[in-house]
């Protein structure tokens, strides 16, 4: 797992410094980041604190810094190691920082990551068909300031509820919330019984044929990695991220499609002039339900990818998607959904660094990542709401968007809409013709 911090610099942007855990990337055609380590020696079993001996490999994953620079950001690591640092003429050196740089290849969170004051937290799902049930979730804990591992959890059985579309902290209530995928869940009778409830078949598993699947907000506790889950029903958007502002507003993107045309701004509409791709949603904490959805204008695979705000601005959030929806041309030189085999010489980048204000929905594209880099989490550095708050473990109350924007206007579908709609609202509670 590659942790990953970018500069956003821009005359039009403000100054941040944004740090993440990276995903993967899309190197031609798989999906393993280049030259992701290489072997460096031994370490003998007096040199091993463990006492056991193991091979050593200078990983390019950790922590790095992206500094942007025009329209294209490209990774450079930081702390750089150099091998010269812990290992010299056949033998280690520096036994600590040669098992820093090593251990940083289990830093990988493909069900999902968080960041919460100082702490890194990942989730890995193992391989099903080669797992037992009982062993499928491995969750690490990480400082965040130096790359080194301070925990890791027993196996976590695969009932445990810990895939998410994203994690973050909500500074209101100091817990930590997440988008987590449910394969399998006895819904309330209100929602079954609907004429409109959809149906969805889980073959993924055997013996779960007929039972739902799909997302559901819930509260985490980092302590024993319990999920509770607070929407009455499931979801089935295809989210790829999860955000909280300072404000305590949560926030989701979806995956979107090609379909339709740019615009002159580089938007994809439908044939109505409608924006379509990656929607931006925003979720009603106290209840789990989502409150407003707007278009974004831009395409994204439907993989996990990540987004954060920093404290001071709670209307920006910064996100990491991807750009032409990830597909190119392929090795056998037709259209497909694998990595652009020819991105160096068509500055097809797969994925972008993307800046959404939340206020009006508005999502522009500040720049493309070479390498193309993916991220389960991200936070901005020295600017985070976290950043010296107690994480409070597992579910005390869940402060509503709802009340905390008394002055919010909705339609009647439960959406936020702006103060020129017109029609039949709901604000501050009370039912307004406009």
Same mark, same amino acid.
């Given at each position: ?16 410094? *944004? ?8 190197? @031609?055609?798989?999906?393993? &980041? ?10 003998? /079993? ?24 025009? $329209?294209? +950001?490209? =990774? ?39 960041? #919460? ?18 062993? &499928?979730? !491995? ?17 976590? =059985?695969?009932?445990?509820? *810990?895939?998410? #579309?994203? &994690?973050?902290?909500? =500074?209101? @209530?100091?817990?930590?919330?997440? &988008? ?7 819904? =309330?009778?209100?929602? $079954? ?46 989210? +790829? ?39 931006? !949603? ?6 789990? /339900? ?16 990540? #987004? !954060? ?17 990830? /597909? ?42 070479? @390498?193309?880099?993916?991220?389960? !989490? ?17 579910? $005390? ?27 039949? +609202? ?6 307004? *013709?406009?």
């Amino acid at each position: 797992m590659l942790a990953l911090a970018l500069v956003v610099s821009s005359t039009s942007y403000a100054q941040v410094t *944004l740090k993440g855990i990276v995903n993967n990337n899309r190197y @031609d055609d798989g999906d393993q &980041l280049e030259n992701k380590s290489t072997y460096v020696g031994w370490l003998s /079993k007096d040199q091993d604190p463990a006492g056991v001996g193991k091979s050593i490999f200078a990983s390019k994953m950790g922590i790095y810094k992206i500094p942007v620079k025009e $329209t294209l +950001v490209e =990774p450079v690591q930081y702390p750089y190691i150099p091998i010269s640092e812990y290992y010299s003429n056949g033998s280690f050196t520096d036994v600590e920082k040669a098992l820093l740089v090593n251990n940083t290849l289990n830093m990988y969170g493909n069900s999902g990551s968080l960041y #919460a004051n100082g702490q890194l937290t990942t989730i890995f799902s193992r391989d099903y068909q080669s797992t037992p049930a009982e062993e &499928l979730f !491995c969750v690490r804990q990480w400082d965040a300031a130096t790359s080194a591992q301070t925990k890791q959890f027993p196996y976590f =059985p695969e009932d445990k509820v *810990l895939e998410s #579309a994203g &994690l973050s902290f909500n =500074p209101l @209530d100091k817990q930590v919330y997440g &988008l987590f995928y449910v394969t399998s869940a006895e819904l =309330p009778s209100d929602i $079954t019984s609907d004429p409109d409830y959809f149906v969805d078949e889980d073959e993924h598993y055997e013996g779960r044929e007929g039972q739902d699947a799909g997302y559901a907000l819930g509260v985490i506790n980092l302590e024993n990695m319990e999920v509770s889950i607070i929407t009455p029903g499931l979801y089935y958007y295809n989210f +790829v991220t999860f955000a909280i502002n300072s404000e305590g507003r949560a926030f989701a993107m979806t995956s979107g499609g090609t379909a339709g045309v740019e615009n002159a701004e580089g938007k994809m509409e439908d044939i109505n002039g409608n924006l379509t791709g990656a929607a931006l !949603c925003e979720f009603d904490l106290a209840t789990g /339900k989502i409150i407003n959805e707007t278009a974004s204008g831009y395409c994204s695979q439907y993989r996990r990818q990540a #987004a !954060c705000f920093a404290k001071s601005n709670p209307n920006k959030m910064y996100w990491i998607g991807y750009f032409n929806s990830g /597909k190119g041309i392929g090795s056998g030189g037709s259209w497909t959904t694998l990595p652009d085999k020819e991105w160096r010489t068509n500055g097809k980048y797969d994925t972008a660094l993307y800046e959404i204000d939340v206020t009006t929905g508005n999502a522009e594209r500040i720049a493309k990542i070479k @390498d193309r880099y993916t991220f389960s !989490c991200l936070w901005v550095d020295g600017d985070d709401c976290s950043d010296g708050q107690e994480v409070v473990s597992g579910i $005390t109350n869940h402060p509503s968007v709802m009340t905390q924007h008394p002055s919010s206007t909705y339609n009647l579908a439960g959406q936020r809409v702006s103060d020129d709609y017109k029609g039949i +609202v709901i604000k501050n509670g009370r039912k307004v *013709l406009k």
